[in-house]
Protein backbone atom coordinates (compact mmCIF):
# COMPACT_ATOMS: atom_id res chain seq x y z
CA UNK A 1 0.00 0.00 0.00
CA UNK A 2 1.69 3.64 -1.16
CA UNK A 3 1.64 6.56 0.74
CA UNK A 4 -1.30 7.95 -0.85
CA UNK A 5 -3.55 5.12 0.02
CA UNK A 6 -2.17 5.37 3.62
CA UNK A 7 -3.13 8.83 3.82
CA UNK A 8 -6.97 8.99 2.10
CA UNK A 9 -7.55 5.50 5.09
CA UNK A 10 -6.20 7.78 7.59
CA UNK A 11 -8.13 10.86 6.26
CA UNK A 12 -11.41 8.69 5.97
CA UNK A 13 -11.09 7.22 9.03
CA UNK A 14 -10.71 10.45 10.20
CA UNK A 15 -13.63 11.74 9.23
CA UNK A 16 -15.67 8.62 10.20
CA UNK A 17 -14.70 9.65 13.24
CA UNK A 18 -15.73 13.32 13.37
CA UNK A 19 -18.79 12.05 12.10
CA UNK A 20 -19.55 9.33 14.91
CA UNK A 21 -18.07 11.65 17.61
CA UNK A 22 -20.49 14.80 16.84
CA UNK A 23 -23.87 12.02 16.33
CA UNK A 24 -22.62 10.64 19.46
CA UNK A 25 -22.20 13.99 21.45
CA UNK A 26 -25.55 15.11 19.69
CA UNK A 27 -27.54 11.51 20.71
CA UNK A 28 -26.30 11.57 24.32
CA UNK A 29 -27.42 15.16 24.86
CA UNK A 30 -30.95 14.24 23.19
CA UNK A 31 -31.25 11.05 25.25
CA UNK A 32 -30.35 13.45 28.58
CA UNK A 33 -32.70 15.76 27.68
CA UNK A 34 -35.65 13.87 26.60
CA UNK A 35 -34.76 11.78 30.02
CA UNK A 36 -34.75 14.82 32.24
CA UNK A 37 -38.15 15.83 31.23
CA UNK A 38 -39.54 12.55 31.38
CA UNK A 39 -38.17 12.57 35.10
CA UNK A 40 -39.83 16.00 35.97
CA UNK A 41 -43.26 14.66 35.17
CA UNK A 42 -42.84 12.00 37.76
CA UNK A 43 -42.86 11.55 41.60
CA UNK A 44 -39.60 11.01 41.86
CA UNK A 45 -37.21 12.57 44.25
CA UNK A 46 -34.80 15.43 42.88
CA UNK A 47 -32.11 13.81 44.15
CA UNK A 48 -32.78 10.39 42.39
CA UNK A 49 -33.11 12.62 39.17
CA UNK A 50 -29.55 13.63 39.91
CA UNK A 51 -28.31 9.87 40.04
CA UNK A 52 -29.98 8.54 36.85
CA UNK A 53 -29.10 11.98 34.86
CA UNK A 54 -25.35 10.82 35.38
CA UNK A 55 -25.22 7.71 35.93
CA UNK A 56 -27.09 7.44 31.94
CA UNK A 57 -24.16 10.11 31.27
CA UNK A 58 -21.36 8.08 32.47
CA UNK A 59 -22.84 4.82 30.72
CA UNK A 60 -23.61 6.61 27.17
CA UNK A 61 -20.13 8.39 27.23
CA UNK A 62 -18.59 4.58 27.35
CA UNK A 63 -20.69 3.38 24.48
CA UNK A 64 -19.56 6.19 22.26
CA UNK A 65 -16.03 5.77 23.42
CA UNK A 66 -15.99 2.17 22.29
CA UNK A 67 -17.68 2.98 19.30
CA UNK A 68 -14.94 5.07 18.38
CA UNK A 69 -12.72 2.41 19.00
CA UNK A 70 -13.85 0.06 16.80
CA UNK A 71 -14.80 2.95 13.61
CA UNK A 72 -10.43 3.40 14.07
CA UNK A 73 -10.19 -0.32 14.34
CA UNK A 74 -8.73 -0.49 17.81
CA UNK A 75 -9.23 -4.06 19.49
CA UNK A 76 -12.06 -3.22 21.51
CA UNK A 77 -12.24 -6.99 23.29
CA UNK A 78 -9.34 -6.14 25.59
CA UNK A 79 -11.20 -2.83 26.78
CA UNK A 80 -14.60 -4.66 27.48
CA UNK A 81 -12.55 -7.16 29.77
CA UNK A 82 -10.57 -4.13 31.83
CA UNK A 83 -13.82 -2.32 32.55
CA UNK A 84 -15.44 -5.54 33.38
CA UNK A 85 -12.55 -6.60 35.72
CA UNK A 86 -12.24 -2.75 36.98
CA UNK A 87 -15.83 -2.40 37.87
CA UNK A 88 -16.30 -5.84 39.61
CA UNK A 89 -13.29 -4.48 41.51
CA UNK A 90 -14.20 -0.91 42.27
CA UNK A 91 -17.88 -2.94 43.24
CA UNK A 92 -16.05 -5.21 45.48
CA UNK A 93 -13.69 -2.38 47.43
CA UNK A 94 -17.21 0.01 47.45
CA UNK A 95 -19.19 -2.36 48.72
CA UNK A 96 -20.87 -0.34 51.91
CA UNK A 97 -21.32 2.58 50.08
CA UNK A 98 -22.90 0.91 47.21
CA UNK A 99 -25.22 -0.69 49.64
CA UNK A 100 -25.78 2.91 51.20
CA UNK A 101 -26.62 4.18 47.51
CA UNK A 102 -28.87 1.00 46.93
CA UNK A 103 -30.88 2.12 50.12
CA UNK A 104 -30.71 5.55 49.21
CA UNK A 105 -32.53 4.83 45.73
CA UNK A 106 -35.13 2.28 47.80
CA UNK A 107 -36.10 5.23 50.20
CA UNK A 108 -36.29 7.52 46.89
CA UNK A 109 -38.69 5.69 45.00
CA UNK A 110 -40.85 3.52 48.03
CA UNK A 111 -40.79 7.12 49.87
CA UNK A 112 -41.71 5.31 53.33
CA UNK A 113 -40.61 9.29 54.94
CA UNK A 114 -39.96 12.46 53.44
CA UNK A 115 -38.20 15.73 54.11
CA UNK A 116 -39.88 17.61 57.13
CA UNK A 117 -41.24 14.13 58.37
CA UNK A 118 -40.97 13.27 62.28
CA UNK A 119 -39.56 9.25 62.53
CA UNK A 120 -38.12 6.87 64.50
CA UNK A 121 -35.52 4.47 63.50
CA UNK A 122 -34.71 1.94 65.51
CA UNK A 123 -34.79 5.02 68.31
CA UNK A 124 -33.42 7.11 66.77
CA UNK A 125 -35.82 10.03 66.82
CA UNK A 126 -35.77 13.29 64.87
CA UNK A 127 -36.85 15.06 62.05
CA UNK A 128 -36.30 14.87 58.74
CA UNK A 129 -33.77 17.18 57.21
CA UNK A 130 -32.14 15.80 53.96
CA UNK A 131 -31.81 12.52 52.12
CA UNK A 132 -29.35 12.03 50.50
CA UNK A 133 -28.32 8.76 48.15
CA UNK A 134 -25.48 8.07 50.81
CA UNK A 135 -27.28 8.90 53.97
CA UNK A 136 -30.27 10.42 55.78
CA UNK A 137 -29.77 13.10 57.95
CA UNK A 138 -32.00 14.06 61.26
CA UNK A 139 -32.49 17.09 63.38
CA UNK A 140 -33.70 16.67 66.83
CA UNK A 141 -35.90 18.76 68.66
CA UNK A 142 -32.58 20.13 70.81
CA UNK A 143 -31.05 20.71 67.41
CA UNK A 144 -28.46 17.85 67.03
CA UNK A 145 -27.87 16.23 63.78
CA UNK A 146 -28.02 12.61 63.25
CA UNK A 147 -26.83 10.95 60.10
CA UNK A 148 -27.19 7.40 59.52
CA UNK A 149 -26.28 5.69 56.69
CA UNK A 150 -29.31 4.95 53.83
CA UNK A 151 -27.83 1.01 54.19
CA UNK A 152 -28.86 0.49 57.57
CA UNK A 153 -32.15 2.24 57.45
CA UNK A 154 -33.27 0.21 55.15
CA UNK A 155 -33.15 -2.99 57.64
CA UNK A 156 -34.33 -0.80 60.37
CA UNK A 157 -37.93 -0.38 61.88
CA UNK A 158 -38.88 2.92 60.95
CA UNK A 159 -41.74 4.52 62.61
CA UNK A 160 -43.79 7.89 60.74
CA UNK A 161 -45.48 9.97 62.90
CA UNK A 162 -46.49 12.63 59.89
CA UNK A 163 -47.67 10.08 57.15
CA UNK A 164 -50.99 10.84 58.62
CA UNK A 165 -53.09 13.78 58.67
CA UNK A 166 -54.55 12.85 62.28
CA UNK A 167 -52.98 11.06 65.68
CA UNK A 168 -54.07 9.99 68.68
CA UNK A 169 -52.98 11.24 72.12
CA UNK A 170 -52.23 8.81 74.93
CA UNK A 171 -51.97 10.42 78.39
CA UNK A 172 -51.91 8.35 81.45
CA UNK A 173 -52.85 9.97 84.75
CA UNK A 174 -52.96 8.09 88.18
CA UNK A 175 -55.17 8.96 91.19
CA UNK A 176 -55.40 7.56 94.91
CA UNK A 177 -57.32 4.20 95.67
CA UNK A 178 -59.51 6.53 98.19
CA UNK A 179 -60.35 9.39 95.05
CA UNK A 180 -64.17 9.05 93.24
CA UNK A 181 -63.16 7.28 89.98
CA UNK A 182 -66.52 7.97 88.25
CA UNK A 183 -65.34 11.75 89.10
CA UNK A 184 -61.72 11.71 87.92
CA UNK A 185 -63.31 9.94 84.22
CA UNK A 186 -65.70 12.69 84.04
CA UNK A 187 -62.91 15.50 85.09
CA UNK A 188 -60.34 14.11 82.15
CA UNK A 189 -63.44 14.01 79.04
CA UNK A 190 -64.15 17.75 80.33
CA UNK A 191 -60.77 18.86 80.24
CA UNK A 192 -60.51 17.06 76.74
CA UNK A 193 -63.75 18.97 75.56
CA UNK A 194 -62.46 21.90 76.42
CA UNK A 195 -59.28 22.14 74.04
CA UNK A 196 -60.92 22.73 70.36
CA UNK A 197 -57.85 21.15 68.89
CA UNK A 198 -59.03 17.71 70.09
CA UNK A 199 -61.50 15.81 67.45
CA UNK A 200 -65.11 15.39 68.85
CA UNK A 201 -65.03 12.19 66.55
CA UNK A 202 -63.79 9.92 67.34
CA UNK A 203 -64.71 10.67 70.57
CA UNK A 204 -62.40 10.91 73.59
CA UNK A 205 -61.96 8.19 76.12
CA UNK A 206 -61.25 7.47 79.38
CA UNK A 207 -60.81 4.32 81.49
CA UNK A 208 -58.91 2.20 84.06
CA UNK A 209 -55.37 1.12 82.47
CA UNK A 210 -54.05 -1.02 85.24
CA UNK A 211 -53.90 -0.74 88.85
CA UNK A 212 -50.46 0.25 90.43
CA UNK A 213 -48.71 -0.02 94.23
CA UNK A 214 -50.10 3.44 94.97
CA UNK A 215 -52.75 4.52 92.50
CA UNK A 216 -55.31 3.57 90.00
CA UNK A 217 -53.70 4.45 86.89
CA UNK A 218 -56.30 5.91 83.94
CA UNK A 219 -56.18 6.43 80.39
CA UNK A 220 -57.69 9.30 78.63
CA UNK A 221 -56.89 8.98 74.99
CA UNK A 222 -57.58 11.21 72.24
CA UNK A 223 -57.86 12.51 68.63
CA UNK A 224 -56.11 15.51 66.84
CA UNK A 225 -54.19 17.06 63.98
CA UNK A 226 -50.82 15.63 63.65
CA UNK A 227 -49.16 18.90 63.92
CA UNK A 228 -50.98 19.60 66.71
CA UNK A 229 -49.66 16.79 68.63
CA UNK A 230 -47.18 18.34 71.04
CA UNK A 231 -49.46 21.33 71.76
CA UNK A 232 -53.03 18.78 72.72
CA UNK A 233 -50.48 16.77 74.70
CA UNK A 234 -48.96 19.19 76.92
CA UNK A 235 -52.15 20.99 77.62
CA UNK A 236 -53.87 18.13 78.83
CA UNK A 237 -50.90 17.04 81.27
CA UNK A 238 -51.38 20.74 82.77
CA UNK A 239 -54.90 20.91 82.73
CA UNK A 240 -55.41 17.73 84.47
CA UNK A 241 -53.27 18.82 87.47
CA UNK A 242 -55.54 21.86 87.86
CA UNK A 243 -58.65 20.03 87.37
CA UNK A 244 -57.88 17.56 89.71
CA UNK A 245 -57.07 19.69 91.72
CA UNK A 246 -60.00 21.63 91.47
CA UNK A 247 -61.97 18.37 92.44
CA UNK A 248 -60.41 17.59 95.07
CA UNK A 249 -58.66 13.98 93.59
CA UNK A 250 -55.54 13.30 94.59
CA UNK A 251 -52.88 12.52 92.43
CA UNK A 252 -50.62 10.06 95.42
CA UNK A 253 -47.21 10.03 96.03
CA UNK A 254 -45.53 6.44 95.82
CA UNK A 255 -45.68 5.16 99.33
CA UNK A 256 -44.12 2.31 101.10
CA UNK A 257 -45.20 0.67 104.49
CA UNK A 258 -42.42 -0.04 107.03
CA UNK A 259 -42.76 -2.46 109.85
CA UNK A 260 -40.56 -2.19 112.42
CA UNK A 261 -40.41 -5.63 114.48
CA UNK A 262 -38.68 -4.88 117.79
Known sequence: MDINQKL?????????????????????????????????????????????ISAMRIVLY???VVVLLGVLEVPTTPLITVLGAGGAAIALALKDSLGNIAGGLLILVNQPFRKGDEIDIDGTYGEVEQIDLFV????????????????????????????RERRRVDCKFGISYDSDLA?????????????????KDPAPFAGVASHGESSVVLDLKVWCDTDKYYSVKYYLTEQVKLAFDEADISIPYPQMDVRVIK
Open 183 to 199: LAKSVLLEVAASNPDIY
Open 8 to 52: MNLLEHGIATVVVLLAGLLLIKFILGMTKKTLKKTSLDGAIHTFI
Open 136 to 163: TTLRTYDNKVITIPNGSINTSVIVNYSL
Open 62 to 64: IIL
